[in-house]
């Protein structure tokens, strides 16, 4: 793993693998063009370097003589999640007038696709660069710390972050949700949420479940993965009758999303199941569509668009800093979380 210290002060160069590997910029440069004559020795020791070095082609070079590409880039997991949406605009509003323009690129909820749009990103040389969420693949990651940009990690709080972070724990936002259930007098509290690890703030979110219910000796276990994150609505209300077909005495359940919880709310309406008389619905993410619904949805409040007005303002800080030849220390920035109760609980 590379170490704070061993940060480049700027992007590794063309002449920087040459040096390194003993050839020139020139061998270096053939080596990166597949259709190039070669010895297969010389770019396999090219390429070893390549990666090691974290070195990404600029695409750029020669374009932009003042070594500034005027634009930042931001990468989402989903377009048409509208927390997503919010930070977005958060963000755009938060450069505006800086001279520079925000470009957006979506990952669909796959650290493998988030992988290669940071290095066509990065091809690019964006001024700044802000991730959603904190796990990515070892090889994104070296490329991330090796790019000598300003980086900020948001909607999540990485143990190890790559430098600065604004979010909040994803964990402890649904513990405190199970808390709620359970202040409200529920006992057999269930969890929904997806079938694999895409979403690692939905996992999150499950592991939060599962230290609250432990914390607060309920039955454990109660828990339905169900389909590919992000879950529909669709499949929150299939997942809501799988929870009670396997545990009938299920009194409340905690879902990973407003979209799956209004799902189960549906099937709640379509079975003549009362809410919560039946069984009782919290979510995460307070969406228009958890404040519109009948009964209106009990969830996990964020401030989307202040995540990314504050990850903007504090990349913008950043880039000025590196403008300046000044350095910044790395920022971690809290965001708050608040449950709001409606009558779903």
Known sequence: MIEEADRPRHPPTMADVASRVGVSAMTVSRALRKDSVISAKTRQRIMATVEELGYVLDQTAGTFP????????????????SNFADTARGITEAIDGSGLQLLLGYSNYSVEKEEGL?????????????????????????RLVQAGIPIVETWDLPPDPIEHVVGFSNAD???????????????????????????????????????????????????????QPPISMEQGGEALVQLLTRWPDTDAAVCVSDLSAFGALMECTRRGWAVPGRIALGGFGDFEVARASCPRLTTVAVDAYGIGRNAGELLL?????????????????????TVVQRETS
Request: charged content about 25%; glycine content about 12%; proline content about 2%.
């Open 317 to 337: 800080r950043a880039i000025t800093a590196r403008r300046e030849k000044r350095t910044v220390s790395a920022e971690v920035m809290m965001m708050t979380f």
């Open 173 to 227: 936002s649904m513990a405190a949700l199970v808390h709620h259930m359970h202040d409200r007098g529920y006992r057999r509290i269930g969890f929904i949420g997806g079938s694999s690890n895409r979403d690692t703030r939905g996992t999150d979110r499950r592991v939060g479940y599962a230290q609250a219910v432990e914390a607060l000796g309920l039955s454990r276990g109660r828990v339905i993965s169900f389909g």
């Open 118 to 142: 940071i290095e066509s990103m990065l091809m690019r040389r964006p001024e700044g660069l802000i991730l959603t969420g904190g796990r990515h693949t070892e090889r994104a990651r070296r």
């Open 66 to 81: 003042s070594k500034r590409s005027g634009f930042v880039a931001a990468l989402v997991p989903s377009l048409n999640n």
